[in-house]
């Protein structure tokens, strides 16, 4: 279960490296959009929107609907919510150690001003 939860967020975090597939999902998250419009807004070839696209889709960040010759592509539901909480683990991780750290200076710097008066 474990290793499945981290394979998901690492094809997230993969999907995500890229500024032209980040582009897309801010697209996507004003509305939904057909692969030709996306590639015409990023100025790509279909085969190129295509391939974005199906990467976002493997990660689940994005679903895709064919009706006709037209594919629709909307935002996957889950998938950044998991990404989020990755990311929100390590930022609570953080906040506790530079918390601590802040004690540590505030103690040092108590000690300091005491030690100071005793001169």
Do not use: N
């Not at 980040?22 to 692969?35: C, E, K, P």
């Not at 974005?52 to 539901?77: D, F």
């Not at 990404?83 to 601590?100: K, N, Q, S, V």
């Amino acid at each position: 279960m474990v290793q499945h939860a981290h394979t998901r967020v690492d094809a997230a975090f993969a999907a995500l490296s890229d500024a032209t597939r980040r582009g897309v999902l801010l697209q996507l998250a004003r509305s939904d959009a057909s692969i030709t419009e996306l590639a015409g807004r990023f100025r790509m070839t279909l085969t190129g929107m295509r391939k974005h696209v199906g990467v976002l889709e493997q990660a689940g960040l994005v679903t895709t609907r064919k009706v006709g010759r037209v594919r629709t592509c909307r935002l996957g539901s889950g998938r950044l919510e998991e990404a989020a909480a990755w990311i929100e683990g390590y930022r609570r991780l953080w906040e506790a150690r530079f918390a601590g750290l802040d004690e540590i200076v505030e103690e040092l710097k108590r000690k300091e001003q005491s030690d100071g008066r005793e001169k």
